[in-house]
């Protein structure tokens, strides 16, 4: 494990680390995750490996600290998430990044240009969407107040999570899930789309083939972002379908640009 102050007041960020060839491979996590849960299966398949890999947690996640003071807009988490590569002298990177870590991992790219090489976004948010009282993921959980989903109403999330979720979930800080909901849902300006069709390194989006092609796919293929379907799977490709995960984003990883 390794660790890296990232804010003002010391609050770290903490990576798993495997050792490998530059450049360095970072997997980001989606919310309520945590990146070593998530991706160390696919870090060890034998498609993948060979590559230096930071398993990343971001703030207010996992086995990163939980700042209170913490604004957890997506801009704040790529710049911690930035501060952090920085200290682990990590540029032009390999992104692999699911959910809302795709959306924090564009941002990244569009922030920090010299640390992304490559983006391989795995079912990533990339518009705003409506908080939805009870509904499932970050627009229930935006729907509710901080101060009720600190009082109680993560208690309606965890239920509605199911155990799977709910195993990585209860590790994240409440103020940092709720806020980080709160910000995916309002997404960014640009919005993340409209970051990602600007950016120019190699991006690839896997989404479950089931789910039929991401809205707008149109444009992002006229931007030269390259859609693959991944079949046998829902939202956690990697944990779903992990040879199939292996197979495209190796794929991704290798392409020309």
Known sequence: MRDAAVTPGGDRIRWVELPGEEPARVHVHGLGATSPAYFAQAAAHPLLTGRRSLLVDLLGHGISDRPTDFDYRLE??????ATALTHAGVTGAELVAH????????????????????????????????????APGSSGIAALSE?????????????????????????????????TAVHLTRGTTPTMR?????????????YPEADG??????????????LVPVPDCGHNIMLDNPDAFARETAAALSASA
């Open 76 to 81: 704040s988490h790529a710049d911690a998430l």
């Open 99 to 134: 959910s809302m870590g795709g959306s924090v991992a564009v941002v990244l790219a569009a922030r920090h240009p010299r640390l992304v090489s490559r983006l391989v976004l795995v079912d990533a948010n990339l518009d705003p969407v409506t908080p939805v009282l009870g």
């Open 213 to 226: 092609a991401p809205a707008g796919a149109g444009a992002l293929t006229e931007a030269g972002v390259r």
């Open 147 to 179: 101060a009720d989903f600190l009082a109680g109403g993560w208690r309606q999330i965890r239920d509605l999570a199911g155990p799977h979720w709910w195993s990585t979930m209860r590790l994240a800080g409440l103020e940092g899930l709720h806020r």
């Open 194 to 206: 409209e970051l990602l069709l600007e950016l120019t390194v190699p991006r690839t989006y896997l």
